[in-house]
């Protein structure tokens, strides 16, 4: 628990009309009663129609008390709630009572603001339109206004068994002026321990303002000697810069120069990869003409030798006096076609280049 959530929480309660005053004792030793009390005054005034158990007299009734709120709040506000914080009643049950104050306090302050911005003004242009919107909030402040007094007024009813029976109680005995007088006298005891345990507080809190204002004046001398130092350091030139700018302009100068041989470097590279390409393309193309006139003469050469082969047996066969008898034949001469002869006439090289014998 902490002193700001305390005083928050006792500061929401008392702004959303709770009747009973918090004081930040109530929650130095466990205090389930109140603990419960404020638990149902929540639920009452988040939903009126809620129906809690309200014995808590033994311990299971306790726990049974504690399950059922956190269960309706977690069913109807989807607020997770702690059980285990809130049956120690102490001042860790105070951050979730919390919860649902935050919730409860912040949808007063935006019923608040919306009654705040129904009166602002309207264009008169828009008369019907601004009579209309003017009514249209006022039923709307009526209705809020109902709501919180019909939770209030139902929660007072609710209260009025308990109330009877004391009232009637009180006014059935007769008033004991000493037993008044005690009563009186321990309340006087009370406020002066508590104006006491206040002035302590007070005290204290002024101690420790003092040692806060004299750790920001520390600071303050601190900060000013920090911008002091900067400032004398902003205006002081370092050593070696002469020869550091010196060396960032050799520097920029070399990263031209290193930026201007790539850039020639790559263009280099590319117009010899274009130059061997077009001469791998050129070695292709020259090949494949090689091979076309490879097979072109050698269809040629074919055709030739088919032609001689036919002459030489025309020649053959039409002159009687080179008339060839059957038999095998014998051949001489050479593949070159150099100088043919045989047993019984030569022949010219020029007239064929195989000749077929008879034999002796």
């Not at 977690?74 to 914080?85: E, G, M, P, Q, V």
């Not at 000697?225 to 002081?236: C, E, G, T, Y």
């Amino acid at each position: 628990m902490s002193y700001r959530d305390l005083r928050n929480f006792t500061e929401m309660m008392r702004a959303l009309g709770y009747p009973r005053l918090i004081s930040m004792e109530n929650f130095r030793t466990p205090n389930f009663p109140l603990v419960a009390e404020i638990l149902t005054w929540l639920v009452n005034r988040y939903d009126p129609t809620a129906d809690l158990p309200t014995d808590i007299d033994t311990e299971q009734d306790r726990v049974i008390f504690i399950k059922s709120t956190a269960q309706f709040m977690a069913s109807k506000a989807h607020i997770k709630l702690n059980t285990k914080k809130l049956y120690s009643a102490d001042g860790y049950a105070v951050k979730e009572l919390l919860k649902i104050t935050s919730v409860l306090y912040s949808a007063m302050r935006t019923n608040k603001i919306d009654r705040d911005t129904s009166h602002t003004e309207i264009a008169p242009a828009a008369v019907e339109l601004s009579t209309k919107s003017t009514d249209l909030k006022a039923c709307r402040q009526l209705a809020s206004q109902i709501t919180t007094r019909g939770a209030k007024l139902y929660e007072l009813l609710g209260k009025e068994l308990e109330l009877r029976e004391m009232r009637k109680s009180a006014l059935s005995r007769s008033v004991d002026v000493d037993q008044l007088e005690k009563g009186v006298r321990h309340s006087i005891a009370a406020v002066e321990l508590e104006v006491q345990r206040v002035t302590q507080m007070l005290d204290n809190l002024a101690g420790d303002e003092a040692n806060l204002e004299m750790k920001i004046e520390k600071k303050k001398q601190e900060l000013e000697r920090n911008q002091k130092r900067l400032r004398s350091l902003a205006n002081v030139r370092p050593a070696f810069m002469d020869e550091y700018e010196k060396l960032e302009v050799e520097l920029q100068k070399q990263y031209e120069g290193y930026m201007e041989r790539h850039r020639n470097l790559s263009y280099l590279e590319h117009q010899l990869e274009e130059y061997s390409r077009v001469e791998q393309d050129r070695a292709e193309e020259t090949e494949s003409s090689l091979k076309r006139m490879q097979l072109r003469m050698q269809e040629a050469e074919k055709r030739m030798i088919q032609d001689d082969i036919i002459n030489d047996d025309m020649l053959l066969v039409g002159s009687g006096e080179f008339a060839v008898p059957r038999g095998d034949p014998r051949m001489v001469g050479s593949m070159t076609g150099d100088g043919i002869a045989t047993d019984d006439v030569s022949i010219p090289i020029h007239i064929f280049r195989w000749t077929f014998l008879l034999p002796a």
